[in-house]
């Protein structure tokens, strides 16, 4: 890497690089900084070399980049303080029609949680709290989909009332996108230290029903109680999208800061 990133730098090349996720996420940092991570899930032993390995590539990308981008507000914790924030730019809203689900007070509520990894995601406390809820006598429609294209993802997703997609990791993910651009309550875990690193108007707004590990199973028990507000959450997560995931508009700021690299 030193070796490549070096001979473009000598061939008067431009660098620049965007850390996603676990391209930076550090296991060692999460722990001992925030209160929900999954690194403590069991699935994860100490990885110290992962860890270095990863700050080391930083140091790298740190060196020799022109501009550092992150899709994830909590890297901006660990990354170079001149690394930037924008939001993912996974879908075109506007080949997206949303589906608004008007819920009626004694309607079966269906519920959708599409897990790219269980234990980044929380699954497991997912399942249990809704089979508690159910044995409660909760009317919930429960759909957990894995392994499946994202064509036939979305069609599932569009008949959904409600949009459940991590509780560890802090901010929401690309399947966030997709069902808030269909109009969908999204709800999930976002860590309010790490709003610091975006745009102050975007964190005030939002729309996403904010739980963690400890408070999942009331937060639920609580939105089922009140469905009625799923239809005006599903609105606002539309405009949301539209405001700040427009692709156009996110694509004209980094060309804008690729030409003043010039």
């Known amino acids: 890497m030193h070796l490549e990133l070096l001979l473009l730098k000598l061939f008067r090349k431009k660098i620049v690089v965007t850390f996603q996720g676990s391209d930076a996420r550090q296991s060692d940092y999460c722990k001992e900084n925030y209160e929900f991570t999954y690194f403590n899930h069991p699935y994860y032993t100490d990885q110290p070399n992962f860890d270095k390995q990863k700050r080391q590539k ?5 060196k020799y980049a022109d501009l550092i981008y992150t899709t994830n507000p909590d890297l901006m914790n660990i990354l170079p303080k001149r690394s930037k924030f924008r939001p993912y730019t996974k879908l075109d809203f506007h080949e997206i029609v949303p589906v608004y689900n008007d819920l009626n007070p004694n309607e079966t509520i269906k519920i959708i949680h599409a897990p790219s990894r269980r234990h980044i995601k929380g ?4 399942l249990a709290a809704i089979e508690k809820l159910i044995d409660e006598g909760f009317n919930i429609d429960f759909q957990l989909i894995e392994n499946m294209n994202n064509a036939d993802a979305m069609d599932l997703y569009r008949s959904a009332h ?3 997609d991590q509780l560890f990791v802090g901010w929401y993910g690309g399947f966030s996108v997709e069902a808030m651009a ?4 999204v709800m999930c875990y976002i860590r309010e ?4 690193h975006i745009p102050k108007k975007m964190a005030e707004e939002i729309p996403i029903i904010r739980t963690n ?4 199973e009331n937060d639920l028990k609580n939105i089922l109680k ?7 959450i599903g609105k606002k997560s539309r ?3 539209e405001k700040w995931h427009d692709i156009d508009k996110i694509a004209e700021q980094i060309v804008g800061e690729y030409r003043e690299l010039f």
């Open 162 to 164: 409600l949009v459940i």
């Open 239 to 241: 405009k949301y999208i």
């Open 123 to 126: 699954t497991d406390i997912i």
């Open 213 to 216: 590990p400890d408070t999942f």
């Open 226 to 232: 009140n469905n009625e507000e799923l239809l005006k």
């Open 193 to 196: 230290t790490d709003l610091a």
């Open 58 to 62: 930083i140091a790298i990308f740190n």
């Open 182 to 185: 269909l109009g969908k309550p």
